[in-house]
């Protein structure tokens, strides 16, 4: 399919209008465009589209939007993937979503055991206790979290110092949609 002429905002939304079931009189009613030059939006859209109906030129931008934003999403997968460091999100309860390799290359684990324990597999005991609380105070204040704390890499059995940091990501409503973290040794990375 060959790329199609961007609309314009105004034709954008009453797309988007389309998209959402209403008919041609409420979307004039919604714009406050008249009818017929709503009529005149439709035609200049399928010419823009290379389409012959209103469902066409829906799914064309459509499809098009979802094509951008895949592609979107792969290069920003590829990019996390590269990372030297840890990073991941956790939903507001706790639960691991995303991980990068690092948990793989750096901490030997495997999914089952990132989605579960994250991080806190590759603490020390001593370390685990102290970070959890601030961890549960940053959960129930919403604030970003930081901490110090020793993981054990996989390849030599050997804790290195590791700065935790955690941000939430929030609605616009205020509420925690996911806490993105990231793990970064110390540099120069001395044992513990």
Not at 135 to 144: F, I, L, T, V
Not at 154 to 174: C, F, I, S
Request: neutral net charge; glycine residues 6%; aromatic residues 10%.
């Amino acid at each position: 399919m060959h790329e199609i002429e961007k609309l314009s905002q105004q034709q954008e939304k009453i797309m988007r209008l389309a998209a959402d079931g209403l008919a041609d009189k409420e979307i004039a009613h919604a714009t406050g465009l008249a009818t017929g030059t709503l009529r005149t939006y439709w035609d200049r859209m399928r010419k823009k589209t290379d389409s012959r109906s209103r469902s066409e030129i829906i799914a064309k931008v459509m499809r098009e939007q979802y094509d951008t934003l895949r592609s979107e999403y792969d290069l920003q997968r590829v990019l996390l993937k590269s990372l030297p460091f840890g990073v991941w999100t956790v939903t507001p309860n706790g639960q691991f979503e995303f991980w990068n390799d690092w948990f793989t290359e750096y901490g030997g684990m495997r999914s089952s055991e990132i989605a579960k324990h994250g991080c806190r597999a590759l603490m020390l005991p001593e370390d685990l206790v102290a970070s959890g609380i601030r961890w549960n105070k940053a959960r129930e204040s919403g604030e970003a979290y930081s901490s110090l704390v020793r993981l054990i890499r996989a390849n030599d059995q050997t804790a290195y110092w590791h700065e935790l940091r955690l941000y939430p990501l929030k609605t616009p409503a205020g509420d925690i949609e996911y806490w993105c973290g990231s793990a970064h040794a110390i540099a120069p990375a001395y044992p513990a």
